[in-house]
């Protein structure tokens, strides 16, 4: 299975805009990641790779090319299918935590649950909460948490419908340098105790070295990270 391509890109491309404010963003990007396999994607900002992970996640169609992940081809799946498919088999982490103020740390976990249909999904959010360590925080307000405990919120609610990819875009970039690193510990831990495969947006190199492979975007193209190259 470790060899199996779980995410796989061809020659894809994106562009915003028309005329002459048209800007090319992905420019012909290719990529394999085997299922199970931690992949960072590094490089300068504005290169590209926080929209390849949107096209990673269905969150945007590129142009022209091909993404398949869990041998979905996601630019062929209609607007409902697509959110069917992410809820199930996608975890994304977000820098900006993008939890519900007005939803408890429980709720934020439980009701993407719920409304996937999932099988006890309390239970289920509570059981993911305790692994990141938030077992007594269940019933705080994201704005009683510290920016720390918020992204564990966020990540137990990426991994709580138990996804075969987790996407993560900068998820220690709002927070200092030692929280960031316990997140970071967390993630990587539960990408191997479940077999998940992991794509990590980072500008930090510490952080991409964790990773079992780098990738760097640059002028919307993919290349292997080679080492001793500059990542910005």
Not at 69 to 88: H, K, M, P, W
């Amino acid at each position: 299975m470790a060899d199996e391509a779980m995410i796989a890109v061809r020659d894809a491309w994106l562009t915003y805009g028309r005329g002459a404010s048209a800007v090319s963003v992905l420019r012909g990007a290719s990529l394999d990641v085997p299922a199970g396999q931690s992949l960072a994607v590094t490089g300068p900002s504005g290169s590209g790779k926080s929209t390849l992970l949107m096209v990673l996640g269905g969150l945007e169609r590129p142009d022209r090319g091909a993404v398949s992940v869990a041998g979905e081809n996601l630019v062929a799946l209609s607007e409902d299918a697509l959110t069917a498919f992410r809820g199930r088999s996608m975890g994304i982490v977000f820098q900006s935590f993008h939890l519900i103020p007005t939803m408890t740390a429980l709720e934020n976990v439980a009701v993407p649950l719920e409304l996937a249909h999932a099988p006890a999904p309390r239970e289920r959010a509570l059981a993911e909460l305790a692994a990141v360590g938030l077992a007594d925080r269940a019933d705080h307000y994201p704005a009683e948490l510290s920016g720390g405990e918020q992204q564990r919120v966020a990540i137990a609610r990426a991994l709580a419908p138990r996804p075969a990819v987790l996407l993560a875009d900068e998820p220690t970039g709002n927070l200092d340098e030692a929280t960031g690193a316990e997140i970071a510990d967390l993630m990587f831990a539960s990408c191997r105790e479940r077999g998940q495969t992991l794509v990590l947006v980072t500008h930090d190199m510490a952080l991409a070295a964790q990773c079992a492979r780098i990738v760097r975007v640059s002028e919307g193209r993919i290349a292997e990270f080679a080492v001793g190259e500059a990542a910005a």
